[in-house]
C-alpha cells in the first residue's frame, strides 16, 4: 500500500493478461477520460508494455510516481 | 501537454500482417498523443469493406489460407488484440480513417459496401496530401 492508494481519484486500469499494443492503448484511452490531477494505476502482465507504457508518460510529460514489478505483474502509478 | 506533430499513414497493402501492423502503429503514435490519419488505397481498401478485415489473407506464407489460421489461433494464444479491436481503438482514440475515392472507382466499390463506423472521410490523393505536408512522419504500408 503505498501514499497514492489512498488518494481519492485513483483509476485503476486492469491490463492483466493484455498483449502489446492493447495495454499501452487502454492507459492512452484513460487518460483521455481523466482530468488533471488524477491518479492512475496500470496492472499488467506484458514484460515489453512495462517499459513502453513508462517512455510513453515519459514522452507526453506525466509525472510517474511510482513503477514496480511483483512477480509475473508489475504496477505503473502516475499523475495525470 | 500540447502536441504538436501529427502522422499520416497510407496502407496500399491488402495483406492481414500489414494492416494489422499499420493499426498497431496507428495505435502507437495516439497512445503518445499524436494524432494519426490513415488513408486506404489500393489492396488497402479492402480492409474497410463489410467484414473486410476477415477476408484478408496473410501477405506472405498464406498457403491456401493455412497460414492465416495458425497465426490467428497464435494471436488468441497470445491474447493479442485482433484487426476489429484495433481498429475499434484507433478510432476511440481519436484516429482518422479515409476512403480513397479512386480505389472505389476503379474496383466498383460502392459506400454502402464499407464499414460506415469506421470512415471519417473520402478522399483522393489530394486529400492525402494536403494531412501530410503538415505532419512530421508519414508511413507507406
Not at chain 2, 500482417?17 to 481498401?45: C, E, Q, R, Y
Not at chain 2, 480513397?100 to 483522393?124: A, F, N, P, R, S
Request: aromatic share 6%; proline share 3%.
Amino acid at each position: 500500500m503505498t501514499a497514492s492508494d489512498v488518494k481519492e481519484n485513483v483509476i485503476l486500469v486492469d491490463c492483466i493478461n493484455q498483449n502489446c499494443p492493447m495495454p499501452l492503448v487502454n492507459t492512452r484511452a484513460t487518460i483521455m477520460k481523466s482530468k488533471k490531477g488524477d491518479i492512475i494505476k496500470v496492472i499488467g502482465t506484458h514484460p515489453q508494455s512495462f517499459e513502453e507504457i513508462p517512455m510513453a508518460l515519459d514522452a507526453m510529460g506525466k509525472k510517474i510516481i511510482e513503477k514496480r514489478q511483483e512477480g509475473n505483474k508489475w504496477y505503473i502509478v502516475f499523475e495525470v | 501537454m500540447p502536441e504538436s506533430k501529427k502522422a499520416t499513414i497510407i496502407v496500399h497493402s491488402g495483406g492481414m500482417d500489414k494492416v494489422m501492423s499499420a493499426l498497431i502503429i496507428g495505435n502507437g503514435f495516439l497512445s503518445i498523443n499524436i494524432p494519426v490519419t490513415i488513408f486506404f488505397t489500393f489492396w488497402g481498401l479492402k480492409a474497410l469493406t463489410k467484414n473486410g478485415f476477415k477476408k484478408l489473407s496473410l501477405s506472405k506464407m498464406n498457403i491456401l489460407g493455412l497460414g492465416k489460421v495458425m497465426i490467428r489461433a497464435k494471436m488468441k494464444k497470445h491474447n493479442v488484440a485482433s484487426l476489429e479491436e484495433l481498429a475499434k481503438s484507433f478510432k476511440e482514440l481519436g484516429g482518422k480513417i479515409i476512403a480513397c475515392t479512386m480505389t472505389m472507382e476503379l474496383m466498383g466499390i460502392k459506400k454502402e459496401d464499407l464499414d460506415q463506423t469506421l470512415i471519417d472521410e473520402y478522399g483522393t490523393v489530394g486529400k492525402y496530401c494536403i494531412e501530410s505536408k503538415d505532419a512530421q512522419i508519414t508511413l507507406f504500408i
